[in-house]
C-alpha cells in the first residue's frame, strides 16, 4: 500500500494492520521498537549523564565523532567498576551512556554522517577480522617506529 499524502503531510503506511476489538485500525508495530517496554527509571539515569555532560563539554559534543574503542574502553571501565560495587559515580548509567553512544556512532557512521574510521573495533572472530586487525597493529607499530627515529634524529641521538 502506498504512503498516505495530505497537501505537504506524508504518513507511511506498510499496508499490514492491527485490528482492535474496538474496530479501530492501526498500521503494524512489528520493527518500530517497543518504547513502551523501556525501562523510565534506568533511562532518567542515563538522561542525567547525559545533562551532566552537556554542562561539562557541551550539548551533543559526543556526535561530533569519537572512535567506538572510547566509547566500549569507558563503557566496559564503568560496568567492571559498578560490577566492583564502586559508587563514587552513577558506574551502570555511565556504562550504558558510551554503550548508546557507541550504537548511535557506528549508525552515523554508517549512514556516512561521520568517518569510517571511527568504526575502529576489531573483529577477532573471523580470519579475515584477524588478518585486518593485525594489519592494523602492523601498521601502527611502524607509525611509532618512524615517529621514534625521528624524535631522536631532532634530540641529536643515533
Request: aromatic share 8%; net charge neutral.
Amino acid at each position: 500500500m502506498p504512503d498516505i499524502s495530505n497537501g505537504d503531510m506524508t504518513i507511511k503506511d506498510s499496508g499490514a494492520r492491527r485490528v482492535f476489538a474496538s474496530g479501530a485500525h492501526r498500521d503494524r508495530a512489528v520493527g518500530k521498537g517497543a518504547f513502551h517496554l523501556l525501562p523510565y527509571n534506568a533511562l532518567l539515569e542515563v538522561a542525567k549523564v547525559f545533562e551532566t555532560g552537556a554542562l561539562k563539554y557541551s550539548s551533543n559534543n559526543w556526535k561530533l565523532g569519537m572512535p567506538v574503542s572510547e566509547y566500549l574502553n569507558s563503557g566496559l571501565r564503568h560496568g567492571m567498576k559498578a560490577a566492583a560495587g564502586w559508587n563514587d559515580e552513577p558506574h551502570m548509567a555511565q556504562a550504558a551512556w558510551n554503550f548508546l553512544c557507541a550504537i548511535e556512532t557506528l549508525w552515523m557512521v554508517r549512514q556516512g554522517l561521520l568517518p569510517a574510521d571511527l568504526d575502529d573495533v576489531q573483529n577477532w572472530l573471523t580470519a579475515e577480522g584477524v588478518e585486518k586487525a593485525f594489519a592494523a597493529i602492523r601498521l601502527e607499530n611502524e607509525r611509532r617506529r618512524a615517529e621514534t627515529a625521528a624524535d631522536a634524529t631532532a634530540a641529536g641521538r643515533p
